[in-house]
């Protein structure tokens, strides 16, 4: 399978080169220390030089390290809809997208936790620059989506990666994570584009393409953070939307909200896997026999699930009180928890700076605002 190549990650073959290769390295040094802060050197580079696959890698080494950062920089993970999945099958996830590495990370303990199929995950190109992380990403069963193309090598490129897709959930039995848009979420509303559909789309031998999602078994996934450690750093980029200015990322941006996190304060965490895309498809070929309205109906029934089963902290309600100057919410928080919050959106944006603050507020606000709409849709 050579054509792959280019995207995809380590064969288990390749996978001992390659951790002999970054041992010695500082950084997989420190990830070791964090993993495991009483362990010799000696001892866990032993280990790590014993590993021949990805599952050995993952299992042993990197499940631990995700364990690590749950412990210090969260108030704990909760779960939903896991029960619906069946071992040894595999799934597409479609999930909204906060974090560079957690959401998948956190994916992946919990579906190993559950004794079901591990994913195979997109990454842009633009986080794996550096070879100490592209050899990481490889370990950790990444395969790299290229962005920034010309619009005919885009074009390709998004064939392979679809091809690729297809190949890993049909004859390898592998399930495979994609957000729900490029990029993550900055503003708090998700929302699935029709773009990773039609990708996706590209690696059917289907006549009809709802044909394919229903075989490729669609699962979307919901996770929220009670706290987004980068919620300050997404703020420039949200400023120069709205001033409708061209965003230029500094060096190092990526590097640095990834890092940022992992580590960052993130209060309590849930993840919801959905029910599987199958009887919806139907309708939606009952009701539309043109591709682009297929794809739109289910992105929109993507969204539905993800939406609906975003769980909403404390700090959604206060940011939307705040936001629209009510106590609307005021029975869903404390005020020590108000107070808290505050405090952060004192500490991370400029009080002079009004378009600054609602930018931040609405970031928290938008899934309650998300939520209602359903309500409201659903009186109607």
Known sequence: MQKFDAIRPFYDAEV??????????????????????????????????????????????????????????????????????????????????????????????????????????????????????????????????????????????SKLMSEYIAQLLLRENRSVWIAQREGRTKDGNDATHSGVLKMLAMGSDEKNVLDYFKKIKIVPVSISYEYDPTDALKMPQLMAEAREEIYIKEKNEDFITLLSGIIGQKKRIHLHVGKIIDTELDQIQAENDNTNKQIQALAQVIDDSILQSYKLWPTNYIAYDLLHHTDTYANEYTEAEKSLFERRLEMRIDGNNEVMREGFLAMYANPVINQLKYRHASQA
């Open 16 to 157: 001992n080169a390659a951790l002999q290769a970054v041992a010695n390295h500082p950084m997989m040094k420190a990830l070791m220390n964090f993993a495991y802060p009483n362990v010799d050197e000696e001892v866990w580079k032993a280990q790590l030089l014993r590993t021949h696959s990805i599952r050995d890698f993952q299992i042993n080494f990197a499940y631990q390290a995700v364990q690590k950062v749950l412990e210090k920089s969260s108030d704990g993970l909760s779960t939903s809809g896991f029960e619906t999945l069946e071992p040894n099958t595999s799934y597409l996830f479609i999930s909204n997208h906060r974090d560079i590495i957690l959401d998948t990370s956190i994916l992946n303990v919990c579906l190993f936790d559950h004794g079901l199929v591990m994913t195979a995950s997109a990454i842009g190109d633009n986080l794996v620059k550096k070879d100490f992380l592209k050899t990481l990403s490889k370990l950790n069963r990444n395969f790299v989506v290229q962005r920034g193309l010309p619009p005919r090598e885009l074009l390709e490129s």
